[in-house]
């Protein structure tokens, strides 16, 4: 029985620009978060904002769309895709720059989206199109010593939508990536791959009934949690539930089933919780528009309800120190900057 328990206080608004926020993520040292900022999702800027509500500085001026990644592992550099507007293949490629917005550099010139450097920093995973299917590479951080990992064709091209694998990930300790694919499915359902920096040792780590969501991995590299989701034709709504298991994709456990959508974003830095946003308790008949932010126990033994309305709160994430959960909502209006305190008790891992 999972324990439900709700925590709504001292909840900060850390922005007012009147445009909607998108995917932000904390520096390395939890003192700044860069994020995407726009009318609307096809025309956003990437900007920062210091934790305490200073700083805050737009740091791309494009008529085109550019969309926060990931800081660096040094912090010194963010990394975004952007669609340059003098670029007539209309590709996503992958840029670079200093945390100032200065010093701009472009790591990709035909296609690149969704990087994630390694912990150390010497390399880049990222997505690229391949003709009419997804493919995963790495780089250099300075863009040169391209490589790719991946040549994989989907069972069924006709219904993987998604055209074979995306979302790669680092492990924290480095040695692998995580990524999604659906070429082992009939239907249009991902499941969780991984393999080595180098693209050997690649393995299928995931047989779920749905289709897998991003993954993510603990701290310690012990687990990887994921969210599963499958539309009921019957009663025409999409059922998720949260999985984890061991990183080499034994010992899978379904830990919550909401019934409704769950998408999970990251572990607390001592792997204790993860914090997702969900549309389970929603007030509303309109289940995209009513979502809340959650904390469950990597074991699925409590589920803390964080936030409590009507509005749309979304991309949680945890600070570096998990002391804070940063994360998107539409409460007053427009996508605004929210932070509010996360406080636990720290359970001894068997």
Not at 40 to 46: E, H, T
Not at 204 to 221: C, F, K, M, Q, W
């Amino acid at each position: 029985m999972i324990n439900i328990k709700t925590s709504v206080d001292n909840i900060i608004k850390l922005t007012s620009l009147e445009l909607d926020i998108f995917n932000p993520q904390f520096s390395p040292n939890g003192k700044q978060i860069a994020f995407s900022a726009g009318d609307d999702v096809l025309s956003c800027d990437v900007y920062t904002i210091n934790t305490d509500g200073t700083g805050l500085r737009r740091l791309t001026h494009e008529q085109q769309p550019s969309y926060v990644s990931c800081y660096s592992p040094d912090g010194i550099r963010i990394a975004c895709t952007h669609n340059p507007i003098n670029d007539d293949d209309n590709y996503f490629d992958i840029f670079s720059m200093w945390i100032d917005g200065s010093n701009i550099q472009r790591l990709t010139y035909t296609g690149g989206v969704n990087p994630d450097y390694s912990p150390d920093g010497n390399m880049i995973v990222f997505g690229k199109w391949v003709d009419r299917d997804m493919q995963i590479f790495r780089m250099n951080p300075d863009g040169n010593s391209v490589l790719q990992l991946t040549s994989i064709e989907p069972k069924n091209p006709s219904k993987c939508m998604w055209h074979s694998t995306r979302y790669p990930v680092f492990s924290p300790d480095g040695e692998w990536i995580y990524y999604l694919s659906c070429q082992h499915s009939d239907k249009d359902l991902d499941e969780i791959y991984r393999m080595r920096p180098d693209g050997s040792e690649a393995a299928r780590l995931t047989h779920s009934e749905g289709s897998a969501g991003r993954p993510i991995v603990s701290p310690d590299n012990r687990f990887v949690a994921f969210s599963s989701s499958l539309y009921d034709q019957e009663n025409r709504i999409m059922k998720s539930s949260i999985h984890i298991a061991n990183s080499d994709g034994s010992d899978q456990r379904q830990i919550d089933c909401s019934g409704f959508g769950n998408m999970i974003t990251s572990f607390s830095p001592d792997g204790e919780w993860i914090v997702l946003s969900s549309s389970r308790d929603r007030k509303t008949d309109q289940i995209i528009h009513n979502w809340d932010i959650y904390a469950i126990r990597a074991d699925g033994s409590e589920l803390r309800r964080l936030t409590d309305n009507t509005a749309l709160d979304t991309s949680p994430v945890f600070s570096p120190d998990g002391s804070t959960i940063a994360f998107v909502s539409d409460r007053d209006g427009c996508r605004d900057l929210y932070l509010m305190p996360f406080k636990h008790d720290v359970r001894k891992r068997e």
